[in-house]
């Protein structure tokens, strides 16, 4: 086979190098200079993986590149090795696509914060651990961009790390998401103890000689110990808190890390284990129950928060939600689909998140917004398209993907088809009363009335983004309080980019149903492996087009309520509240898991530390051994001393004392006999 | 003929009154009599058992000693007088500084 040689190692290592320049010498450089490094370099890997993937677009085997052993252990090696398929192919154009306009945005968003150099330091870094992780060509490497991208995540949530909820947001993070690592470690041990071997090749060429039937355990076990590295990765039940939490970062990192690329990391490592999963039937249903759980259950949240960034937090947990029930149902190629067309209109709506703060200074609470729709009409357009893409209306890009995972849900299991529908209207509803209430109505800018129950209910969620408005504050000082004002062009543009891809994003994959010819279905076919079993329910395109019509119907729905509740008639939802109070506290508390998580497990651990490992192991035993150890040679010296008297006649009686005692000795063993 | 039990009861005799001496008394040239009394004990013991065995090397031992008890005397006598001249007492337990 004559490949052409690709050195894919370039790819990640552009953004590499720039972070390191960044972050080397970036303190003495020009904000101009910062961004300028940072950008090259990311239009670069760009660029250059634009090439690539020309170069291997008709290929349907892996490129693989093995640079040579990274881990070499007895009969177990891991090579630093890249692995190019049409998985990685589309992972790679959308982190680099995605990530260079967020970076473009980021030099506008930014351009009045301290620490800019840190920023695209950071940011670059996480381009740099992203694209390793969607490269690598084993479990082990991918391991390691795996955790790259967790801490570049860690770093850039607690970019405001002179603020307590922004330090301790990223320090949540980072801890849920080890006990997700611990899961996917586990899973690459039993991957070794099979195969001896995580390279892709290596573990999914002899895995076509087990049998989901008499292997059915291990496999099984495997998956379900991936599944939770990916819960961990892609914020689902049970391990989702921290993603909420992570609003705390600037909103090009909501935007770029926690909704386009890093969360989707688990279920891109989903797809690439399906050779697994589809031989594990069991834990594919597990799979696709968490995600069904997650979408509907995050989508609920989602409708009583009124931060903006936090609407968008749980709208992204859902939208993962349904990745992964695409990926429990075997339907891979949906999955990654949704991944793609999510990366561009939520990160769009992010972007658009951020210029709508950017342009009232800082205010994130969307009750004090309004009416924005003249004020700031390019941000309000883009966010329009991306609203309409999310929920899911033809023929934006939202409405393909997610009707696809609908209708192949459909085809698996009615009953999570019928959460998915559900989901589908509350977040129809929820993405228009962000809408509504953002750009529709009269500006509430400065009115501090919110209300008095929600305000009591809302408190710590207020008291925790006081200081995030005010670090925003400070763009706001220098444009003075005069107005709300659009956002230069910087931000702008790559707003209008990602809506132009919110809109067409999606036409790639239009099922045959609607005249298309699921064309990314097919892109996507040789990298990843169908399901043995063979799929339920009868595909007709009749049945497409109704339950297509059915998702349809499911956002006009949710964009009526929100439309009757946040423009009509806008008293209305503190009357509905009022009515079902104790629901909407509820739900308004995101049903109290933080503080049950609390209670269950934190305070626990603590007091275990505190008590047992702190106070017990390491206080008495490792400290005391050493300490007493210590003294104890103190106390014999001490009472040592006391012969060293300086009285001549009593070292004169220890020496005869000492002589008669070795006399006796020998007296008593019978020298000399 | 004395038998060497004799000798040897009579050697470890005045070896104890040195030993004792050495313990018990505070005047430092008594203290330094009395080593010279042990070394004489011993030097007993050795003339004794050498005229037992009739062999000679108790005998040429004994002179080592007593050379070794003249040199001894020698710097003992002059740490003695160094140290009176400073401070102005035989008494040992009023020189108590070797010690750390």
New interface residues.
Partial sequence: MNQPALNLWIIPVLPLVGAAINGLFGRRFKNSMVSAVALLFTAASLAYAVWVALQWWGHTEPYVQSLGDWISAGGFHAPFGFYLDRLSTVMMLIVTGVGFLIHVYSVGYMAHEGGYYRFFSYLNLFMFFMLTLVLANNYLLMFVGWEGVGLASYLLIGFFFHKDSAADAGKKAFIVNRIGDFGFLLGMFLLIGMFGSLNFEAVFGPLKTYSPELHWGILTATALLLMVGATGKSAQVPLYVWLPDAMEGPTPVSALIHAATMVTAGVYMIARSSPIFSRAPHALEIVALVGAITAIFAATMGMAQTDIKRVLAYSTISQLGYMFLACGVAAYAAGIFHLMTHAFFKALLFLGAGSVIHAVGGEQDMRRMGGLRKLIPVTFWVMTVATFAIAGFPPLSGFFSKDEILWRTYLNSPVLWFIGVVTALLTSFYMFRLWFMTFFGDLRLGEVDIGEEAHKADAPVQAQHAPAAHSHGHGAEEHGHSGVHESPWIMLAPLVILAILSVVGGWVGIPAALGGSSHFEHFLAPAIQAPLTAEAGEATARLELTFAGISVAAALIGFFFAWLLYYKRPELPDRITARIHGIYLLVLHKYHIDEGYDQLFVKPLLALSTYVFWRGVDQEIIDGTVNGAASASQQLGRGL?QM??????S???WV?AGGAAVIVYMIWLGVGK | MVPLSWYLVLSAVLFCLGVSAFLLKRNIITIFMSIELMLNAVNLSFVAFANQFHNLDGQVFVFFVMVVAAAEAAVGLAIIIAVFRTRETLNVDRVNLLKL
């Fill in positions: 001393r060293q008297s300086g009285n001549i006649r070292y004169a009686a005869a």
